[in-house]
């Protein structure tokens, strides 16, 4: 561990990722959380009277005396961890943002925007080289990095080992928890017993994202995958985890071996560089068929890894699979965290 950890804030510390941020934090080598913000409503509390603790395991004792910040810059450390409501994130991150913050944010607002990196350090490391770029831009000298929506980076680490086969098209249907709509969600009522067929913005979301972070680099700007992506997305009665099932279609069909090994050899950056929150194995493939299930694997790897099973041939498109991964750590706060860690890595945080 670092004699001196570098302070982070949490914008939306009170929330359900603010939550699991403060949870994933925890020990963590590098970060330490010094600052949390969130609304007027709990601005001036301290943070275990501003937050109903939802996970679990006790409140960290890091985090309980800390008082609860208005969100406005000024006495916030340098590095940022956003999880807002998103109908406040746009303004507030890039106040920070302006004001010299590295906003790290799992918020929808920025995600689409050119120069915004939607990043997965597994997936799409170079994308970060678009933050000069967007600094000249803005001429701001912070800068904001997004991760993708929850139920997106499952199917996209899950399509990612298989980019050098040239994929075409994608079919993806979710099954996703309730922890994914924030608290209270979705009330007892509605999804006791239930299926709800419709998340408001979800399909475009995983459509667009997807095509964003498998992308390349082009030393100008991000130009997306020209594969095309087709979701839906369901709530369902499950705590934790996301699960989708998936059809792909390939330029060059592999063999189902082909695909097994590229899942299972999935390595990139965060594994080469050993960083704090990275999963040795990004993509575990399952080979019993009837897994992954959320109840069962959803807490291995610290939530970090992505479960694949069932590859099948598709009478449609070529393979079919499913995937699962945890929607509020690798989904939200670990996928933040592990994006400060190739930043602070990349020198980015200096
Ligand atoms: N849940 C997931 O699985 C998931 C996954 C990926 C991304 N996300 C995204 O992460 C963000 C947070 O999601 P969540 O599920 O944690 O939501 P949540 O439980 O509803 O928490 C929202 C947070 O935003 C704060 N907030 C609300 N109004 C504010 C204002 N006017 N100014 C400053 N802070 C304000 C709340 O503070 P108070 O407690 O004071 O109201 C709370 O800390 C959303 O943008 C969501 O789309 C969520």
Not at 26 to 43: T, Y
């Amino acid at each position: 561990m670092n004699e001196t950890r570098i302070p982070v804030g949490i914008l939306g510390a009170t929330g359900m990722v603010g939550q699991q941020f403060a949870k994933f934090l925890q020990n963590h080598p590098w970060f330490e959380i010094a600052w949390v913000g969130a609304s007027d409503r709990s601005a001036g509390k301290p943070y275990r009277e501003a937050t109903s603790w939802r996970l679990d395991g006790a409140m960290p004792a890091r985090v309980q005396h800390l008082e609860v910040q208005e969100c406005k810059p000024g006495n916030a450390p340098r590095l940022v961890f956003s999880s807002m409501d998103a109908s406040v994130a746009t303004e507030i991150e890039r106040e920070f943002a302006m004001a010299g913050h590295v906003i790290v944010s799992n918020s929808r607002n920025h995600r689409m925007e050119p120069d915004v990196p939607l990043l997965i350090p597994e997936v799409n490391p170079d994308h970060l080289k678009i933050i000069p770029h967007q600094q000249r831009l803005r001429g701001w000298k912070g800068q904001i990095a997004t991760n993708p929506n929850c139920s997106t980076i499952v199917l996209a680490m899950a399509l990612a080992p298989l980019k050098p086969f040239g994929i075409t098209r994608v079919v993806a249907t979710t099954m996703q928890a309730i922890s994914g709509a924030g608290y209270p969600g979705v009330a007892s009522m509605d999804i006791n017993a239930n299926v709800i067929p419709f998340i408001g913005g979800e399909e475009e979301k995983m459509q667009q994202e997807t095509q964003k972070i498998l992308g390349d680099f082009t030393g100008e700007g991000l130009r997306p995958l020209n594969a095309r992506v087709s979701a839906h997305c369901n709530r369902v009665p499950v705590v934790d985890g996301h699960t989708v099932t998936v059809s792909v279609e390939f330029e060059r069909k592999p063999s189902k071996d082909d695909i097994i090994r590229a899942l299972v050899n999935y390595r990139s950056v965060p594994q080469e560089r050993q960083l704090p929150s990275a999963p040795p194995q990004p993509v575990i493939y399952m080979e019993e068929n009837d897994r992954p299930q959320p109840r069962r694997d959803v807490e291995r790897e610290r939530g970090m890894a992505v479960f694949v099973g069932r590859l099948r041939e598709c009478p449609v498109l070529d393979y079919k699979f499913v995937a699962m991964g945890h929607n509020t750590i690798r989904g939200a706060a670990g996928a933040a965290v592990l994006n400060a860690e190739l930043m602070y890595s990349e020198g980015l945080l200096d």
